[in-house]
């Protein structure tokens, strides 16, 4: 197990650079003084692998040492089948032929015995990660930004917003991030972190003005915090139900944002739970079209507004 983790740890530093002490506990989940025993290991072993003091400092390794890993076990195999879907590759305008020529290169380069069992575990298992329906959100400025992030230059952009208000915002960079089939921007703005849909950006011009990147930033755990700041900001609107046990599983199979919590079994094939919506009228709406699958609880009143709008519905109908 502590093999395993000094080799982690060098490979780490061989693709991320300089990390701190935290961040590698962080990353390997152990404390930070199981790090500074293992980094005493790896200078014994004769790893050329070295500290830098002050606010950006950190543990390195120098840049020309390069870790021969010649065993590669049976459950980093899936790894090479995990690539990108064709559509995500034709975004970023790479070619989907290409992954497959590197893949090809990776089998060639392993052992028989590894080689024959990633060719066939790539036979059998084929991911798609696209969508029933094709997306149609507005690319036409990702290749422009996506070159301004791979080349640090700073971005012009008209952006409009989710009110509809459009604006001229000057921005860094940073990455991109594709969530549920839409692309992002992760840009700084002033002092702050911002993230843009690309579909809402109406026009973009690279600055000739190369920035500096803020260090220690991470994409990946940017965008984790990001996120979970955004679901947790979400306007919350309860409601308790009784369901019907047989469309439990369909509850939340919807594009809308509903949660559903705090289950609960009752006699005759009913289960009592609380959906939290992001507002009334999605609550209306949602539980009208299960019908008498779905019975309110509480809150009293929206009882009263959905016989109103039942009501209302069977007017048009008469």
């Not at 950006?56 to 040492?65: A, P, Q, R, T, V």
């Not at 094939?269 to 507002?279: E, R, S, T």
């Not at 009228?281 to 079209?289: P, V």
Request: proline letters at 3%.
């Amino acid at each position: 197990m502590r093999a395993e983790r000094l080799l982690d740890m060098i490979i780490l530093l061989q693709n991320r650079g300089r990390m701190t002490t935290k961040e590698l506990a962080d990353e390997l989940h152990v404390s930070q003084r199981t790090i500074l025993r293992d980094m005493d290991s790896l200078s014994l072993a004769g790893i050329p692998i070295y500290s830098k003091r002050g606010k950006y400092g950190g543990w390195e390794i120098l840049n020309d040492y390069k870790l021969n890993l010649m065993n590669v076990k049976e459950e980093d195999l899936y790894s090479l089948i995990a690539s990108p879907s064709e559509k995500v590759l034709n975004d970023l305008g790479v070619s989907s032929k290409k992954t497959i020529e590197v893949r090809e290169k990776i089998l060639s380069s392993l052992p028989t015995h590894t080689s024959d069992k990633t060719k066939f575990i790539w036979e059998r298992i084929y991911m798609d990660t696209e969508g029933w329906r094709e997306s149609k959100e507005s690319l036409t400025y990702l290749g422009l930004v996506q070159t301004a992030v791979f080349e640090s230059k700073q971005l012009r952009i008209i952006y409009k917003g989710y009110s509809g208000e459009e604006k001229e915002v000057f921005i860094m960079p940073l990455g991109l991030v594709i969530q549920n089939h839409n692309w992002y921007l992760v840009a700084k703005r002033g002092e702050e972190f911002r993230n843009y849909r690309i579909s809402r950006i109406l026009s973009a011009t690279v600055l000739d003005i190369v920035f500096e990147r803020p260090p220690h930033f991470q994409l990946k755990a940017y965008w984790e915090a990001s996120k979970k700041r955004f679901i947790e900001s979400l306007p919350q609107f309860p409601v308790e139900v009784e369901v019907n046990e047989s469309i439990l599983s369909r509850l939340t199979y919807t594009s809308k944002f509903v949660q559903l919590i705090n289950k609960e079994q009752q006699p005759g094939g009913v289960v009592k739970a609380q959906l939290v919506f992001n507002d009334k009228q999605e609550a209306l709406e949602y539980i009208l079209g299960f019908g008498h699958q779905l019975k309110i609880i509480s809150p009293t009143y929206l009882i009263e507004e959905l016989i109103i709008s039942a009501e209302q519905l069977l007017l048009q109908y008469k």
